[in-house]
């Protein structure tokens, strides 16, 4: 009998556990897990902070029991791996009071990523926060009741964003303005938190394209967060418990900060095995996520991915690649060759009332380095017929290589429920595909007047884009 | 100077006379339209008989005046073109009291289409209507008007779609299930009608998947209107107004009937000319929309395009196609030949709180005749997150071919709002592009947990249809 041995527990090493045991019933599968949640949707803690979610049990989709007596998988939780051999096939893991050696046959390093930690002092006060596992989720909802419960410490005017509460608290600081740190200026101002966001850079959602940025910038500022751009954050200052962001200009009193700064893959384990990382720093891997190391396979958001568009090794830790690669890696390990698929750094995000969606290559140096010669234009269009009596505006950004036309990313935003998220759909499509803007053009998408105008924005992006090119 | 005469002012015709003066502003631009409307969204006038649009002038995007005085466009309401010299190169308009005769160097054959005419006795009495024009639309509403100033005649227990009225009114006929069918059932139920839907086959809709139809049934049901399957209706039977429809197996008493089963080309004046039709009954184009004629090309509802799957001819009379073809067209004619891309009978429609669309090829006759060996399997999937606290069911249908795996076509249903139709913006680029169900498994759709499942319902459906071939 074979054995397939997993370190980590949570979406691509589910995935790949499920997948291979299913495939093949008489695989032994083991997996590792050094906590007590798997197999659980982290992308919905911001949720459960912001009191949508009632409970962290929610998020998980599949329990360890259900792992263990429905799928038939040795899943080990509360061991933490310590040791990976690859010359003698072995993985050695540490639990409560003792250490076991198991050997495999094939192994799947599945560890994730960790929030990265920013060279600012103080982030070891109290009323610090990161949101990256689900105890973090518990601790920041625990603070937001207990901030609630006391919650007459300030009444500032705080306008739409304070709809749920009558008294209003804070302020908070928010240090990052990607997903995190939007998602969670959402949390903490429905919980009437007077927010201050804090960007490093020029724009938030930077993966975004400028003008996704702006619109979300400025929904952030109809909803009274107070957004500050090419904000270096130098200190968490106070004694005990965070009292203020330092920034070089500024001084802005809170009683609580989230770290939001993202995540770098946790390699530390397979680094020290002799596995092979990439430049990107995350693990390397061939097409079928197999390492340097024979029968050893990374997937999730410690390894590398290959993009679609540039063809390159990148790093884009995310839910649906760590599921896709995970799944690919157990059907491969059940004897099926698979692939998984690149990455076309796809992103979707709500804040607030608007919605984003991002896909592809929209950086024009990225661009110029994989060889293209970028191009890029923004529309903005009704996102239903003008004469239908609902509807909002959908902008869409496409950048495309000039002299092809080859469509090599795009970025959507509209108000919430206006789709630009499921819009984006068909340029991920196109991205993934190699199309060209003017066959893109004259795709034949659907229309009724609840849900577009005649062309729908995607299509009136692509013909604009064609003509300026 | 060169000169370009259109025939019929919709959505092809202004499209096409639109595009050619604007590429080419030496060219002499002349549009014959025989009615008074131009360039209207047809597509809006159920919006507009349910009341939700106050006037028809919102359905017209440009007027006539912007046309004349802004795009210089030689447009002649009125005009009625009796016929086409090709060997003169000349058209005959008839107007009021006169008859001109134009010469062109281009000509855009854009006549649109009839509703087709049922084999049903009664169809002339009053009280029988049809919604092809904007005047169908203005004596309908008329109706609808009328009858709610008298509307104390019947109060029946109409449920959830008697929403807008306190006294409801009808009962009302409405034979065939298409869009234009399903559109009105709620712009008449929404009014307090109690409706009646006759089917002449198994299904409504019945172009979508059958998990679709069987969705949108349920729905109708919900929402209280009676519809009768395999219901052929052989009379609107009545004095001077109708009084009942009548099928083979009974007869059921209405105020008013809609027809809406279908239209045809209109074809007589290019097939007087000597212009080829195809199979379809509509006219025959190349690739740039010409016709046998040379110099004469077809666009719009008159006009046959070629599928993206199957290669053939086809006769799917919609408005993106018509703005499509018809701009390429005035592209061509203004000095850059363009295709204007094949169809993939792509179709969306609201029906009350429903969504769907579909796209592609799901006929499994069809697709044999096309060389293909097709399979269809429909999953049933959360529209959000399965934590998140709003979301839906969304049905997704995909048809592929077994060995190759090719993607072939895709019906999708779901609660409105859930994203149906614009998730099905994956499925036509699939179709076009000639993709595999196991590649389309693997593309990077957006996610977050407000838009959908980390696996959006189409990549759910996409494995679980690779999953079975």
């Known amino acids: 009998m074979s054995t397939f041995v997993v ?32 197999s659980y949707g982290a992308c919905g803690l911001p949720y459960y902070v912001k009191g949508e979610i009632q409970s962290l049990e929610e998020l998980v989709s599949v329990t360890p029991e259900q792992f263990r007596e429905e799928r038939d998988i040795d899943l080990r939780t509360g061991h933490e791996v310590v040791d990976i051999d690859t010359d003698d096939r072995t993985v050695t ?29 103080g982030l070891d006060r109290s009323g610090v926060f990161t949101l990256g596992s689900m105890s973090d ?29 009558e008294n209003c608290t804070g302020p908070v600081g928010i240090v990052g303005g990607g997903y995190i740190g939007v998602e ?33 910038l400025d929904h952030l500022d109809e909803q009274d967060v107070r957004v500050y751009l090419g904000a270096d954050v130098e200190a968490l200052a106070g004694d005990d418990a965070v009292a203020a962001v330092e920034t070089a200009d500024e001084r802005v009193p809170v009683e609580m900060v989230l770290v939001g700064t993202g995540v770098r893959p946790r390699t530390d384990l397979a680094a020290a095995a002799g596995i092979e990382l990439g430049e990107t720093g995350a693990i390397a891997t061939d097409a079928y996520r197999e390492t340097n190391a024979p029968d050893v396979y990374a997937a999730g958001d410690c390894a590398e991915a290959t993009h679609v568009v540039t063809g390159d090794p990148v790093y884009v830790p995310l839910a649906l690649t760590a599921n896709r690669h995970g799944r690919a890696v157990g059907q491969t390990v059940a004897g099926t060759p698979t692939e998984g698929g690149g990455v076309a750094g796809t992103a979707a995000v709500k804040a607030f ?17 994989a060889g293209f010669d970028p191009l890029t234009e923004t529309i903005e269009a009704k996102s239903r017929a003008g004469y239908y009596p609902e509807g909002g505006t959908v902008r869409v950004t496409l950048t495309v290589d000039r002299p092809t036309g ?42 009724a007047p609840p849900f577009n105008t005649t062309w729908d924005p995607v299509l009136t992006a692509a013909k604009v884009v064609d003509g300026t090119r």
């Open 184 to 216: 969670m200026a959402e949390a903490l101002a429905a919980n009437g938190f007077e927010v201050h966001l804090f960007q490093r850079g020029d724009r938030v959602l930077k993966q975004f394209s400028e003008a996704t940025s702006e619109a979300v």
């Open 406 to 447: 080859r469509v090599l990313g795009g970025s959507l935003v509209s108000e919430y429920g206006e789709g630009a998220v499921h819009r984006s759909h068909a340029l991920v499509g196109a991205v993934t595909e190699g199309v060209a803007v003017d066959e893109l053009s004259n795709y034949d998408l659907a229309y």
């Open 353 to 369: 009332e608007v919605e984003a969606a991002r896909t592809g290559c929209l950086d024009h140096d990225e661009a110029r380095a």
């Open 93 to 121: 893991a540490r639990h409560d009071g003792g250490e076991v050696v198991q050997s495999y046959d094939h192994l799947l390093v599945a560890t994730g990523a960790r929030a990265v930690t920013p060279p600012i002092d």
């Open 7 to 38: 370190v980590g527990g949570d979406a691509a090493g589910m995935s790949a556990a499920s997948k291979a045991k299913r495939d093949d019933p008489d695989l032994e599968v083991v997996v590792f897990e050094k906590g007590e949640w798997v």
């Open 137 to 165: 989720g518990k601790q920041l909802r625990e603070y937001v009741a207990r901030a609630r419960e006391s919650g007459d410490l300030q009444q500032p005017d705080r306008g739409p964003a304070c709809q749920f509460l």
